[in-house]
């Protein structure tokens, strides 16, 4: 015979479940995604770097290709001059028409070292940040004679200033076509690897409501043949554990009647065949005992005659208790509802002021037949005995609901509870979780919730089978 507090075997707990949700926290799409963008970057990056790496390098070379030249077409004699003044002053007029010129800088100096002229330098068109030893190096002199003898020189400087910021101008605006072109690139991409992984998300989605016990979930067909593959088989599968689940449902609803069944026999014949007995044996107990005590010759009886009424009565009270563990009479007599409120009133009775059980019953209530009524108030008293075995219980809530041909129990309970492991059977009968399982409901906790703990039981109660009284 089952104890009817022994039912939470078999159910999985929701803290698990919750726990399983929060560990994911972002899905395969975004990775994809963010590996995508950080590979973009990492070109663009790259290509920019490389690029502005060699600028100086690029920049150095361009000027010291035109310098050799340059140096070739300045003037090395002064011999059609009149004087040397003369001279210097062609020279000096001759350096200040090159202030347009590119990638050097020239400078005029007189024999003795004084500068007389130089062309204009354009660090001044690069930004501070850039402006660096690179961009100029060591002079190239050539001397100037007049008469055959030294009278000034050139000092030929690369000055790649102008070069480098024409590279850099190239520079930006590569950089920002090629910023442009990679982050078009990247949406394609992104665009493109979100669609191949739309049949993922659609399993994905089948997964969760096969997980919210949506039995008949299935795939449709898909494009690709890796998938297709995919969905046959999840389809396969799925098939398979609906039928086992019927199989046990059906396996389960069998063993509930067959339960039902031998309570009502076992409580009958108790209470029929056994119970009169018990009951007429009760005053030819009393009687025997009043006649020991009367006489004295039969003071060495008496007091067995009292142990016997004493354990005559103690097994009336025991049977009476099986009787209501069997078949609860408040069901026949008083209805569910009723039975419910005698025994969240008994239960509270029992706690003795240490727990407070608050019960509120609503919608529309009726008999849904002597299966639905033994299981849904057998439920209700094993969740109400976990919730009260616990030393810190204070407060139970139970919420009772009929709505929509569903029946709603809602416990909520403010002590510890250690949830068994899901999964393990029941060791002394059928539990809570095969109850909701053979009815078609379902059972979600015990769930750690605000201050304590909860547990939810949905059952169907418009299922015809539910009607029917069992033979």
């Known amino acids: 015979m089952q104890r009817i507090d022994s039912g939470f075997a078999g159910a999985g707990t929701g803290g698990e479940r919750q726990g399983q949700g929060r560990q994911a926290t972002m899905t395969l799409k975004a990775r994809l995604a963010w590996i995508v963008v950080l590979l973009m970057s990492a070109l663009v990056l790259s290509y920019s770097l490389a690029l502005y790496t060699t600028m100086g390098a690029r920049a150095g070379a361009e000027t010291e290709s035109a310098r050799p030249w340059l140096l070739a077409l300045l003037p090395a004699r002064m011999d059609g001059a009149r004087d040397e003044a003369d001279a210097l002053r062609e020279l000096v007029a001759l350096v200040d028409g090159m202030s347009g010129i590119r990638h050097v800088r020239i400078e005029l100096h007189a024999a003795d070292g004084r500068l007389l002229a130089r062309t204009p330098g354009h ?3 690069l930004a501070a940040w850039l402006r660096g030893d690179g961009l100029a190096g060591e002079p190239m002199r050539k001397p100037v004679t007049l008469d055959g003898r030294p009278i000034a020189f050139f000092d030929v400087a690369p000055d790649g200033a102008d070069e480098f910021s024409e590279m850099w101008a190239d520079f930006l605006r590569s950089s920002l076509i090629v910023v442009v072109l990679s982050a078009l690139a990247g949406l394609a991409i992104v665009d493109l690897t979100l669609r191949a992984f739309a049949p993922v998300e659609r399993i994905r ?12 979930t299935r795939l449709e067909r898909f494009g690709s043949a890796e998938m297709e593959e995919i969905a046959t088989a999840f389809n396969r599968m799925a098939g398979e554990i609906e039928s086992a689940q019927a199989q046990r449902q059906a396996l389960l609803r069998k063993l509930l009647d067959h339960e039902e069944r031998t309570r009502r026999s076992v409580a009958q014949e108790l209470h029929d065949d ?12 009393h009687l025997l005992r009043e006649r020991c005590a009367r006489g004295t010759e039969l003071q060495d009886v008496a007091e067995i005659a009292r142990t016997l009424v004493s354990h005559q009565s103690t097994m009336l009270s025991k049977l009476r208790g099986i009787l209501v563990g069997l078949r609860p009479p408040e069901l026949e007599t008083m209805g569910l509802r009723g039975a419910i409120e005698q025994l969240v009133a008994q ?7 240490r727990a407070r059980i608050e019960l509120t019953i609503a919608g529309d209530w009726q008999s849904f037949g002597p299966v639905l009524d033994c299981n849904l108030y057998l439920m209700i008293q094993s969740c109400l005995s976990e919730a009260l075995r616990q030393p810190s219980t204070r407060r139970v809530r139970l919420h009772v609901a009929h709505e929509h041909e569903a029946i709603e129990v809602l416990l909520q309970c403010d002590g510890e509870c250690a949830p068994p492991d899901a999964g393990r059977e029941a060791p002394e009968g059928i539990g809570v979780h095969e109850r909701c399982m053979a009815l078609g409901g379902r059972f979600d906790g015990p769930a750690p919730a605000q201050g304590g703990w909860q547990l939810r039981i949905h059952l169907p109660s418009g299922a015809p089978h539910h009607q029917g009284a069992i033979a």
């Open 205 to 216: 989605g089948a997964l969760r409501r096969f997980g919210r016990g949506e039995q008949g």
């Open 123 to 125: 660090q001044g068109t």
């Open 347 to 353: 239960r509270g009775s029992e706690a003795g002021g």
């Open 274 to 285: 056994l119970s009169p007995y018990l009951v007429a044996l009760q005053p030819l107990g």
